[in-house]
């Protein structure tokens, strides 16, 4: 102990060097801790387990520079600080629209930041705290300067560290033997150790509570797992999950009913909305109604509308709501599932339908680049043919990307295009948050008891139901309205909490099938989710196909709920496994 003191006294600045990477990531996990919370048992060594996992990071990171700088602490030091810096900002940016850590996967969307809507949507949500970050920085720097001459150790260094690590560990094997004989623990362990194996027929306690792991095993020895043991690999399915998976698919009970679409129908147009409410629907504010049209097309009796969609979109948003309306899947919960599915082949809608002779042609219009969320690759993934984005549109772009009122006006150009028989798939963008600012269209609220950015997300949805009224007409004046199968449905719901309505407001999806043949009232009209769509309307088309999704059909007035821990379960089994490579359909 002695000798400890006296090399702590003689190498006291690294000791108050390597605090500051201590400081950012503690800090970082500990603002995720109270602002979204870790989603399981927080035990009663949880913060010596989250030091532990904080100091095994920053030692790695320290040891990792050490070793490429041959030896130079100061240096190793300063980048180990970085590092922490940017991995602890980004994660607290990324946590407040996504609620979770950064994952391995959510990392490979880094390209997705190139675009204008995503970076307003970082620089809205940089709260005044966040400048803890800058004092870190500031005070860091500072003591460089003020000890630029003096020398750290490197052996001393390494010494410090290594009776550090002694009494962590010390600590914590102490803790959790006492923990453990104390009988409450059984809980707990089972979690401590998740089925990083990739063998499916144990419980993958990662992927349904990702943030209690990672608080846990820290942030870099949780993505460094992940991308040795499940990143971007295909799991070899046993004939377990493959009996599993088939015996839920094949059960057709709650998937068929019978088709009800008439033989004039020749088009299947499917409209996802950016972070579409159905509080919406019938909400009058001022005396005005939000969403005029689509309330109106809500009356039509060929208009089926279900206004309590549960939303089962996860971390990747957007790119999650159209892989389940298209693949009749869940998406990953721990993982951005785009970035591991662009490389698979699922029985997309447009397939089937192409498949079965009901179209011959599929295209599908982006207000973005091509390539964010993947969507080249995922084109591929659900057998659209054609893609236009707004490097396809012809006319100047009011913004970066295009508007609802470009996409629309868009969509009606190809329309005259398209030939009959066609899947038309169309996503909007200006309901996207942030809500900082609406888009001026002559349409005001001026009720002052309203949250300003959920009285812009009102204003804006305004703006949306006006341009989609536009389209739907023209559709009608063209006669591909009475010919279409019409689909509107929401791709994931806003946040409520960075609108300042949290607990105020539901946060369920409205669905709306034009033309779909069936009685509407004898539909299902409660309770549902997002996965009954690609179900419900292969039901309607009377698609013949074993696989039909995991989903419920909504025209079945007995319906019961689609989805639960076996679905989250199937679903990650066929899209991290192998499953549609050996089962051809």
């Given at each position: 102990m002695k000798g400890f003191v006296f090399n702590l006294r003689k190498n006291y600045l690294f000791l108050?060097?390597?605090?500051?990477?201590?400081?950012?990531?503690?800090?970082?996990?500990?603002?995720?801790?109270?602002?979204?919370?870790?989603?399981?048992?927080?035990?009663?060594?949880?913060?010596?387990?989250?030091?532990?996992?904080?100091?095994?990071?920053?030692?790695?990171?320290?040891?990792?520079?050490?070793?490429?700088?041959?030896?130079?602490?100061?240096?190793?030091?300063?980048?180990?600080?970085?590092i922490t810096l940017i991995l602890s900002f980004s994660n607290?940016?990324?946590?407040?629209f996504f609620g979770q850590y950064l994952s391995f996967s959510a990392i490979g969307q880094a390209g997705n930041i190139n675009d204008n809507v995503v970076i307003q949507s970082i620089l809205s949500e940089i709260k005044a705290y966040d400048l803890v970050h800058v004092l870190l920085l500031i005070l860091f720097v500072l003591i460089l300067i003020l000890y630029r001459n003096k020398r750290i150790h490197t052996n001393v260094s390494l010494y410090i560290l290594g009776v550090i690590w002694t009494l962590v560990l010390t600590l914590l094997v102490v803790s959790h033997s006492i923990y453990l004989v104390s009988g409450s623990y059984e809980r707990a362990i089972?979690?401590?150790?998740?089925?990083?194996?990739?063998?499916?027929?144990?419980?993958?306690?990662?992927?349904?509570?990702?943030?209690?792991?990672?608080?846990?095993?820290?942030?870099?020895?949780?993505?460094?797992?992940?991308?040795?043991?499940?990143?971007?690999?295909?799991?070899?399915?046993g004939?377990?999950?493959?009996?599993?998976?088939?015996?839920?698919?094949?059960?057709?009970?709650?998937?068929?009913?019978?088709?009800?679409?008439?033989?004039?129908?020749?088009n299947v147009i499917f409209i996802?909305?950016?972070?579409?409410?159905?509080?919406?629907?019938?909400?009058?504010?001022?005396?005005?109604?939000?969403?005029?049209?689509?309330?109106?097309?809500?009356?039509?009796?060929?208009?089926?509308?279900?206004?309590?969609?549960?939303?089962?979109?996860?971390?990747?948003?957007?790119s999650d709501g159209q892989l389940i309306y298209m693949t009749g899947l869940l998406p990953l919960r721990t993982e951005v599932t785009v970035g591991i599915a662009k490389n698979d082949r699922f029985v997309g809608l447009p397939y089937l339908l192409h498949k079965h002779g009901l179209v011959n042609y599929s295209q599908i219009l982006i207000p973005t680049n091509a390539s964010l969320w993947e969507q080249n690759a995922m084109n591929e993934v659900y057998h659209i043919r054609t893609m236009y984005s707004r490097n396809d549109y012809s006319k100047?772009?009011?913004?970066?990307?295009?508007?609802?009122?470009?996409?629309?006006?868009?969509?009606?150009?190809?329309?005259?295009?398209?030939?009959?028989?066609?899947?038309?798939?169309?996503?909007?963008?200006?309901?996207?948050?942030?809500?900082?600012?609406?888009?001026?269209?002559?349409?005001?609220l001026n009720n002052c008891s309203l949250p300003n950015r959920y009285r812009n997300y009102l204003i804006t949805s305004h703006y949306f139901d006006e341009q989609i009224g536009k389209y739907i007409e023209h559709l009608k004046a063209d006669g591909l309205y009475e010919k279409s199968l019409i689909v509107i449905?929401?791709?994931?719901?806003?946040?409520?909490?960075?609108?300042?309505?949290?607990?105020?407001?539901?946060?369920?999806?409205?669905?709306?099938?034009?033309?779909?043949?069936?009685?509407?009232?004898?539909?299902?009209s409660g309770d549902c989710n997002q996965l009954d769509v690609y179900t419900t309307l292969l039901d309607i088309i009377g698609v013949e196909s074993e696989w039909r999704g995991l989903g419920h059909t909504l025209l079945n007035p007995n319906y019961s709920n689609s989805v639960s821990d076996k679905t989250w379960q199937l679903s990650e089994w066929i899209i991290n496994g192998d499953y549609f490579r050996k089962k051809k359909q």
């Open positions: 108050i060097l390597f605090m500051f990477p201590l400081l950012n990531m503690l800090y970082m996990h500990y603002q995720f801790f109270f602002s979204i919370g870790i989603d399981f048992y927080f035990s009663k060594t949880s913060i010596l387990d989250n030091f532990f996992a904080v100091l095994l990071d920053v030692t790695a990171v320290f040891l990792l520079s050490l070793l490429l700088s041959w030896g130079r602490v100061k240096t190793s030091l300063t980048v180990t600080f970085f607290i940016i990324y946590s407040r089972q979690t401590i150790i998740p089925s990083y194996s990739g063998n499916s027929e144990h419980p993958n306690w990662k992927s349904v509570y990702p943030n209690w792991a990672t608080f846990h095993e820290g942030l870099l020895r949780s993505i460094v797992l992940d991308h040795i043991f499940s990143g971007g690999k295909v799991t070899e399915l004939t377990t999950e493959m009996k599993a998976i088939e015996e839920e698919y094949m059960n057709h009970e709650k998937r068929v009913t019978g088709k009800t679409l008439d033989n004039g129908i020749q996802i909305v950016e972070s579409y409410l159905s509080v919406l629907t019938d909400l009058k504010i001022d005396g005005k109604e939000i969403t005029p049209y689509l309330n109106q097309l809500k009356r039509d009796s060929n208009v089926y509308y279900n206004g309590h969609v549960r939303p089962n979109a996860t971390i990747g948003r957007s100047n772009l009011t913004g970066d990307d295009l508007t609802d009122e470009e996409i629309f006006d868009f969509a009606k150009i190809l329309d005259a295009r398209m030939p009959s028989n066609s899947f038309s798939l169309i996503l909007t963008l200006s309901m996207h948050e942030p809500f900082d600012e609406c888009v001026e269209h002559g349409f005001h449905a929401a791709d994931h719901e806003p946040h409520l909490k960075n609108m300042d309505i949290e607990g105020e407001v539901s946060d369920e999806l409205p669905l709306f099938i034009v033309n779909g043949g069936f009685d509407k009232n004898r539909a299902w």
